[in-house]
T-cell receptor, first 114, second 116 residues
Framework: DSGVTQTPKHLITATGQRVTLRCSPR?????VYWYQQSLDQGLQFLIQ???????AKGNILERFSAQQFPDLHSELNLSSLELGDSALYFC?????????????FGEGSRLTVL | AQSVTQLDSQVPVFEEAPVELRCNYS??????LFWYVQYPNQGLQLLLK??????LVKGINGFEAEFNKSQTSFHLRKPSVHISDTAEYFC??????????????FGGGTRLMVKP
């Protein structure tokens, strides 16, 4: 158990819909990272938050947004869903923003868009 | 920008045989290097990392990796694999500079399949 909790574990929805994925980081971790894992794209970095502020942005679509709340949990919002958004979405956390500290990953939220 | 190439998408091997999973990277800046493992239906777990110093790094579960700067490689090895090592293995890099982000760039993954 990494200490990172993601909900829901599985989600099935239709094209055009909007979903919210939730992540609770390890106790004491201020940084939260979101990754998308798909068969064709592999593991892609989406976005990072540190203590409530956006710190880095990767290959995140404009239809996607995220935020980190004062209690440090984070949500990833995916809207106008397309078939190609079907993927496993991982949240990871670590204590700091920079450096080489280990990233601790949750078990992921598997999104299926029909 | 950084990129990571894992040269083998699948590696089948018999139990108790040695294995090497290959990783090459490209970066215009100095990087930290990592290997992560993903067991079925689980998140990624750190196996080992190279920050500086000795180029041979030992990790968990008997794995080790060697950093080769001239060849920009960070190959993962294990002298004798077990069935329980069956998993997906990811090589990743993260830039040195200690600014915001330092997000990991992952390779495409190598599926290690250990057969009895």
């Amino acid at each position: 158990d990494s200490g990172v909790t993601q909900t829901p574990k599985h989600l099935i929805t239709a094209t055009g819909q909007r979903v919210t994925l939730r992540c609770s980081p390890r106790s004491g971790d201020l940084s939260v990272y979101w990754y998308q894992q798909s068969l064709d794209q592999g593991l892609q970095f989406l976005i990072q938050y540190y203590n409530g502020e956006e710190r880095a942005k990767g290959n995140i679509l404009e239809r996607f947004s995220a935020q980190q709340f004062p209690d440090l949990h984070s949500e990833l919002n995916l809207s106008s869903l397309e078939l190609g958004d079907s993927a496993l979405y991982f949240c990871a956390s670590r204590e700091t923003s920079g450096g080489a500290g280990e990233l601790f990953f949750g078990e992921g939220s598997r999104l299926t868009v029909l | 920008a950084q990129s990571v190439t894992q040269l083998d998408s699948q590696v089948p091997v018999f139990e108790e045989a040695p294995v090497e999973l290959r990783c090459n990277y490209s970066s215009s800046v100095s990087v930290y290097l990592f290997w992560y493992v993903q067991y079925p239906n689980q998140g990624l777990q750190l196996l080992l990392k190279y920050l500086s110093g000795s180029t041979l790094v030992k990790g968990i579960n008997g794995f080790e990796a060697e950093f080769n700067k001239s060849q920009t490689s960070f190959h993962l090895r294990k002298p004798s694999v077990h069935i329980s090592d069956t998993a997906e293995y990811f090589c990743a890099v993260s830039p040195f500079h200690n600014n915001a982000g330092n997000m990991l760039t992952f390779g495409g993954g190598t599926r290690l399949m250990v057969k009895p």
